[in-house]
């Protein structure tokens, strides 16, 4: 039997790969524009298929949007949080992959620990979806790109300033520089700095990524500007955070350095006045709500390509 198509990181997946999805995501979106959200693709890729999900930690877009986007592919879903599993009560991440693999088509899975994704996926003979862990969130940044290539045509040659902390969100970015040709700058205070395994190897793949403490160096005449929470689930030492990471705020000052067509971007959920002012936050530059809707559009791509059935149906 053909190995599962794991959809764990970014920096695992050929270019080419990421390169068809996101060409599949924006055809898919245009392909149904004007549509009811329930009606399913023309040639219902997730037909016969059945996806679950299992979350460990709170979640509203990963959630809704996965369960849309099989509803759209025409096939279905089975949602728990893992403490109503057997795994709150100490059954092990292999056993569990053991069984979900005979009973459901894929699971997409939100970790606490990036190791027990791996793990299940190890075990799984179905794909398996990194739905955001403590180490990264690789569905987000094709979303992001999408919104991009939305609004400038190509990630080609952008320059994306990330300004806050360092965390598996800018992680996820910097896997995509290395299978994409885009500048990245990553502006975060030295305790809050992005993951140094993360920087190694897309440098060693020669993915441009630059690490600084200022974020006015960072932003300057960028496309896009991208911030996200300062306090992640999962993290626990709030005012150090606070005060550490004040100074990187996104607000109109900071935005005013970008390039004159920048957009903000944030994945979601926001803390106004915290990482970004209200004014930039709901301001005309920000596209955080064409990001959130792209969860449904790239995810929709990732799964057909989980299927094996990009382009095939
Ligand atoms: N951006 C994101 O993953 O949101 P949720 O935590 O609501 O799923
Ligand atoms: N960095 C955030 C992203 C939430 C979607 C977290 O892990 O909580």
Redesign the pocket.
């Known amino acids: 039997m053909a190995e599962p198509r794991h959809f764990i990181d970014l920096w695992r997946l050929a270019p080419s790969d990421l390169r068809a999805i996101l060409d599949d995501a924006r055809a898919r979106k245009a392909a149904r524009k004007g549509w009811p959200q329930g009606r399913v693709d023309a040639d219902a890729p997730g037909a016969e298929r059945t996806l679950a999900m299992i979350f460990q ?1 709170n ?1 509203t ?2 959630r809704f949007s996965f369960d849309a986007a099989m509803r759209q592919l025409g096939g279905d879903v089975i949602i728990s949080t893992a403490a109503d599993m057997q795994l709150g009560r100490g059954e092990t991440v292999a056993d569990t992959a053991m069984v979900l693999s005979r009973m459901v088509d894929a699971v997409m899975i939100r970790a606490n620990s990036h190791d027990d994704v791996e793990e299940f996926a190890r075990v799984a003979s179905v794909p398996v979806i990194n739905g ?1 862990t ?1 180490r990264s ?1 690789p569905c ?1 940044i094709l979303a992001n790109f999408l919104t991009i290539e939305e609004r400038f045509g190509s990630i080609d040659g952008k320059v994306l300033a990330w300004v806050g ?1 360092g ?3 800018c992680s996820s970015f910097i896997h995509a520089a290395a299978a994409f040709n885009f500048e990245l700058r990553i502006a975060a205070p030295a305790a809050y700095g992005p993951n140094a395994v993360d920087l190694a190897r897309t440098a060693e793949r020669q993915g441009r990524v630059e690490v600084t403490d200022d974020p006015r160096a960072a932003v300057a005449g960028a496309d896009a500007v991208i911030t ?2 300062w ?5 626990t030492d709030h005012d150090a955070r606070l005060a550490a990471l004040g100074p990187y705020q996104v607000d109109a000052g900071l935005m005013a350095l970008a390039a004159p067509h920048a957009i903000f971007m944030h ?3 926001a803390h106004r006045g915290e990482e970004v002012t209200a004014e930039v936050f709901d301001g005309p530059r920000s596209t955080v709500w064409d990001e959130a809707e792209n969860r449904i559009h790239a995810q929709k791509s990732v799964l057909a390509w989980c299927f094996d059935r990009l382009g095939k149906v």
């Open positions: 930690k979640s877009r990963t955001l403590d969130h987000q902390d965390n598996n969100v996200d929470t306090v992640s689930m999962g993290d994945d979601l959920p």
